[in-house]
């Protein structure tokens, strides 16, 4: 009979340790929660990522401090968040070339299996943009410049989507650019105005922000932001190329953290305020709930890996 009541109080015991367990998870967050950003404030990761954070921030209940950790393409600030706790208190806002590109072509410490996809966020695809008063007026005028001597191009770190990009841009038309890498858009923008860079391939946003003027599309369809400017397909060069952005946190992060962040998700990118600030930065919202995401990301990672052997950037 005591043996009974000793394996009864264990019992007793273990279902009492649930019980006071569950409240844990159900009160998270408990504190400020810190997001980060692999790249410079103002620019293409940030925009949206700012955005998202604010609508989490409110959902959510505490505050997030957002921190831009910039260099290596991103890989700085992602190799932060792949060592950092996974407590759900550290998480990230990355794009897909710090997370799917860059670890083929820096063999970095982090790869897909060092986080915990939780949602996808939006989509943006990349524009052929000059300055607004550039004399180039098509994409012609700049094969025709490349063909007869040098275009210079500039972005974000080697192995970035806009880099390849523009790689396969040139590769499309049998021509080579020279690529300058800079931090962000900002510095791409000042080297322009500086007439030490004649294009890039950028987000929409960059037309209105910064006083460029786009070219071509990198899609199939021409876009209801920029109606008159054709796509490559239209040209003759079928390249289409997209940027998505990600909610991310460390692996090892507690599913039911993860679940509730997801549902934070899904409940931000439908918030009006979200949705007005992504349509004037003209961003294209796409969300995916976790289990979608995750198997997302990983057939990216693979996809991109085969890609950039593709284009001659890795072996």
């Not at 409110?58 to 190799?79: D, H, M, P, Q």
Request: hydrophobic share 45%; proline share 7%.
């Amino acid at each position: 009979m005591k043996k009974v009541f000793r394996n009864l109080t264990v019992v007793v015991a273990a279902a009492g340790i649930l019980i006071a367990a569950s409240p844990v998870w159900a009160e998270y967050p408990e504190r400020t929660i810190k997001m980060m950003i692999p790249f410079s404030a103002g620019g293409g990761t940030d925009v949206p990522g700012r955005f998202f954070a604010a609508e989490v921030e409110k959902i959510l209940g505490k505050n997030i401090i957002v921190s831009n950790v910039t260099g290596a393409g991103g890989t700085i600030g992602a190799t932060q968040l792949s060592k950092a706790k996974p407590d759900g208190y550290n998480l990230g806002f990355m794009p897909v070339g710090t997370t799917t590109t860059q670890p083929h072509i820096r063999k970095t410490s982090y790869n897909a299996d060092s986080f915990e996809p939780i949602c996808m966020v939006a989509q943006g695809p990349l524009y052929v943009v000059v300055l607004k008063d550039s004399p180039i007026k098509s994409i012609d005028e700049i094969i025709a410049k490349a063909k007869k001597g040098t275009v210079v191009t500039a972005g974000p770190p080697p192995g970035s989507l806009p880099h390849i990009a523009q790689a396969a841009v040139a590769n499309a038309y049998g021509v080579k650019f020279k690529y300058v890498p800079h931090q962000g858009i900002n510095q791409v923008a000042k080297s322009m105005l500086g007439g030490r860079v004649d294009v890039t391939v950028w987000f929409g946003d960059a037309a209105q922000r910064f006083g460029l003027r786009p070219l071509a599309l990198l899609d199939s369809k021409r876009s209801r932001e920029f109606p008159n400017v054709p796509t490559l397909a239209e040209l003759g060069k079928p390249v289409e190329s997209f940027v998505w952005f990600g909610f991310f946190a460390p692996r090892g992060t507690s599913s039911a953290i993860v679940s509730k962040l997801s549902n934070a998700c899904d409940a931000a990118v439908k918030k009006p305020s979200f949705v007005a600030n992504m349509k004037k930065a003209k961003r294209l919202i796409r969300y995916m709930p976790h289990k979608e995401f995750k198997a997302f990301f990983r057939r990216q990672f693979e996809q991109n890996g085969n890609l950039l052997r593709a284009v001659g950037l890795i072996k």
